[in-house]
């Protein structure tokens, strides 16, 4: 085929209705002057050409407006590039969660360095497990489920890499964890030491709705609580201390708070399981006059970057969120990439932040 025979069907191409500018590898192929193999390994394995070659090709398609089909490209290669965050909450409550978005940050950092992209993989049509199986990915990281989660059992059927954020993961899974036990010991210690003896604990909702039923995060940090009471006597079921749950959200916070209200005796502190809620119940109680800390004391656990912004600035428990995200996608960036290692398990620690929402009882 002569240069200007070559020219007029690029001229053509060039120039097609939508319809008929279906561009394809032969065409390619035939307009660079190479096989239909050279093309494919431009696109998945240029390693396998010159670069000179390489570099031609690509020209060509660009010119020629050709879009690779990122399914056939993933059916050809295996790959697509992409890990996923499995959330079992619905899409709007887990963005609606600060710390939904510190911890894609770390994550995010990895797939920067490792050119993957990230897909945030909620229920579809209510179903978790559905979208489990819908998504196209390498590999994902597993957040709010159990090891026997029925999602969990379709990863391992898939044979698809996955590290676990704040489970109880088997000593075969990699997973990454914070000491929860420690942070809710020592918030618990911080308001019993300031003579609070009325005291809620607030959590995110559970699947099982009761407090002997935790598992997981839920239990590591009950257990806190548990060990801190008993230091002063005292215990979950004592007079006086009281477990509610709510949505993991300010709304959550917000909602939960009319609830506070009707205890007796009235808790004079909180403990809440996240900053969210517990910004939430700031909220609501300044809005119904109660000031804090002067009449009730407010507790947060994870210390989002607003926490020290609020008005009062919020006492909470400090945990590495971004830190969390980042070492989890790097774990299953290693099983991804297949730079064989064994599972680890990561425990990052924690500390109290102690602010200005919480006082001595009765200053």
């Known amino acids: 085929m002569t240069q200007t025979s070559n020219e007029t069907q690029n001229r053509s191409l060039l120039t097609a209705t939508p319809a008929q500018r279906r561009v394809t590898i032969n065409d390619i192929a035939r307009h660079a002057g190479v096989s239909k193999t050279a093309v494919s390994f431009a696109f998945n394995t240029p390693g396998r050409l010159s670069s000179e070659t390489t570099q031609r090709i690509l020209d060509v398609a660009r010119q020629l407006g050709y879009t ?3 399914i056939a490209r ?7 590039n992409a890990i996923g965050v499995i959330v079992p909450q619905d899409i709007t409550d887990a963005f609606s969660n600060p710390f939904f978005g510190q911890l894609v940050s770390g994550i995010g950092r990895v797939c920067n360095m490792e050119g993957m992209s990230l897909m945030v993989v ?3 049509r209510g179903s978790l497990l559905e979208a489990t199986y819908a998504a196209l990915i390498d590999g994902c990281i597993v957040t709010g489920l159990e090891p026997d ?4 059992r379709a990863l391992r059927q898939r044979h698809l890499p996955f590290v676990m954020i704040d ?3 088997p000593d075969h899974v990699a997973c990454v964890n914070i ?3 420690e942070g809710a010991r020592s918030s618990m210690q911080h308001l019993l030491r300031l003579g609070h003896r009325d005291i809620a604990i607030v959590s995110f909702e559970s699947f099982s709705g009761q407090v002997e039923q935790y598992t997981g995060t839920l239990k590591h940090r009950f257990d806190g609580y548990r060990a801190a009471l008993k230091e002063v006597g005292l215990a979950l079921h004592s007079r006086g201390i009281f477990c509610l749950e709510c949505k993991c959200s300010v709304a959550g916070g917000i909602e939960v708070f009319n609830r506070l209200m009707q205890l007796v005796p009235r808790p004079t502190a909180v403990l809440a399981l996240s900053d969210a809620i517990a910004f939430g119940i700031v909220h609501a109680a300044q809005q119904h006059g109660i000031n804090v800390p002067g009449q009730l004391s407010v507790v947060g656990f994870d210390d989002l970057e607003t926490s020290k912004l609020t008005r009062p600035s919020l006492t909470t428990v ?3 969120i971004a830190e969390k995200g980042q070492r989890a996608a790097e774990l299953l960036m290693d099983a991804v990439r297949q730079r064989f290692s064994l599972p680890r398990h990561i425990v990052l620690p924690v500390e109290l932040m102690v602010r200005k929402s919480t006082q001595r009882l009765g200053v």
């Open 318 to 320: 400090h945990q590495p």
């Open 122 to 124: 909620p229920p579809m």
């Open 179 to 181: 000491d929860d036990h």
């Open 149 to 152: 989660d029925e999602v969990v």
């Open 74 to 80: 993933s059916l050809n290669t295996r790959r697509t």
């Open 167 to 169: 489970a109880d993961a």
């Open 68 to 70: 690779p089909n990122p």
